[in-house]
């Protein structure tokens, strides 16, 4: 376990590689940022991307932004968990639709057929936080097992992406246990402001849940707390 994560961009590391970043505003874009050098790699052929985060067309404009090329881009077979969910439109080429974030079994038939027998293939999970959102913990530690086992069988390599701090100490053990390699961002020491209004105005629930707008999160938290305070002194009161 290393803190300084390899230069993904001229060096892939075949195994299991979770990469995990702190949790400020907009902090994905550095994850992205890690993806986008990930799948530029001139020894990647093919690219299955797992969506648990963001849907395919915004997964692309984040990584156009990264400065992932068109023709980099282009390379990448989407496995789309969220479309389904959240009534998405299911058209999109080189995408497969999965109806359900807990559908294991056809992620991994999906992985199996979307990879490539000649070359060499990643697959891209994002993000682990929505991951475990989703289900117990158990099931995903014998998923994420099955999914590495799946993909390092075949030779290829497999890059998760994660925010630290969306769950307990023991959980984030037993996920770490379950990589070759964990590589924690070293991050900026601050939080930075938000770009606009307008990007607050973006950030969907699946965000603030996955700790990917914790200002948001932490409000969201504080607004409750009040309430129920509230709540309490008004039941007091009227006694």
Known sequence: MLNNIPDFKNEIVQSSTYVITE?????ENELYDVASKAISNSKIDNVIWICYNKAPGDVVAHLLDCGATAEIVNKIHFIDILSNMLGLEQKRENTLYCSSPTEYNFILRSIDQLKKEEGTNLVVLDNMNALQSYDMIERIIRFIRNLNNLVLNYHDSILYLGISGGCSHEVEVSINATMDHVY???????TPQPKSWEVLKSTSWNDVITLNAPL????LIVTM??????LIILFFVLL
């Open 225 to 230: 707390t009040l309430c129920i305070f509230m």
């Open 184 to 190: 924690y961002l070293q991050g900026n020491g601050h």
């Open 23 to 27: 949790p400020v505003i907009n902090t």
């Open 216 to 219: 948001l999160f932490g409000l």
